[in-house]
């Protein structure tokens, strides 16, 4: 099993930015690539940005690029998701994930972000 803990997140102003942290444990050699989705009200949960765990490619969401940027420290296997230049349709809840065959398949608890307009 794969266990995925969550950190950061909350209420910033438009044009802020924000860290969110996903700190892995378990079965960690399981994993082929690491991702944060998010999921707003009403709306289903959708995949924000990728990476994988070998060479660190990262792929990112339309709606996001440029302005947000992943990242991961395998040593300390966390993974981080950097935010700038939020909008309010950033509003969401953000949950961390791995990859362990084709799907994502282990999440965490989620964590808010909130952007103010």
């Known amino acids: 099993q794969v266990q995925l803990v969550e950190s950061g997140g909350g209420l910033v102003q438009t044009g802020g930015s924000l860290r969110v942290s996903c700190a892995a444990s378990g079965r960690i050699s399981s994993i082929n690539a690491m991702g944060w989705h998010r999921q707003a009200p009403g709306k289903q949960r959708e995949l924000v940005a990728s990476?994988?765990?070998?060479?660190?490619?990262?792929i990112y969401a339309d709606a996001v690029k440029g302005r947000f940027t992943i990242s991961r420290d395998n040593a300390k296997n966390t993974v981080y998701l950097q935010m700038n230049s939020l909008k309010p349709e950033d509003t969401a809840v953000y949950y961390c994930?791995?990859?362990?065959?084709?799907?994502?398949?282990?999440w965490g608890q989620g964590t808010q972000v909130t952007v103010s307009s």
């Open positions: 990476i994988t765990t070998t060479g660190g490619i990262p």
């Open positions: 994930s791995a990859r362990r065959s084709v799907h994502f398949d282990a």
